[in-house]
């Protein structure tokens, strides 16, 4: 079977920086697509960043230019750098992959995080 783990997430001031990790581990052959999505109270989850294998990133507009990812393909690991933090990003902040896999049986499968917390506030 196959676990996210993420880590980082916490309340920060208007301005302020937080750096997200996530962890694949399990049966892994590959990992197409690592990346962050957030859903905040009252509204759908929504793209945050995602990055493949290539290091083709895509960005939610309204991050651009303040969030940064980063993959450490050796450890099945990606980050979110969260700079100039603003309170309408506080939501719970959920990582995803896209992987192959042999177990239960041979195939590529999405998976999610549990979630971390992401506030924003003075």
């Known amino acids: 079977q196959v676990q996210l783990v993420e880590s980082g997430g916490g309340l920060v001031q208007p301005g302020g920086s937080l750096r997200l990790s996530c962890a694949a581990s399990g049966t892994i052959l590959n990992i197409y697509t690592m990346g962050w999505y957030r859903q905040a109270p009252g509204k759908q989850r929504e793209l945050v960043a995602t990055m493949t294998t290539s290091s083709s990133t895509n960005y939610a507009d309204s991050v651009k230019g303040r969030f940064t990812i980063s993959r450490d393909n050796a450890k099945n690991t990606v980050y979110l750098q969260m700079n100039s933090l603003k309170p309408e990003d506080t939501a719970v902040h959920y990582c995803?992959?896209?992987?192959?896999?042999?177990?239960?049986?041979?195939?590529?499968?999405?998976?999610w995080g549990q979630g971390t917390q992401v506030t924003v506030s003075s």
């Open positions: 995803y992959a896209k992987i192959l896999t042999s177990r239960p049986t041979m195939g590529t499968r999405e998976y």
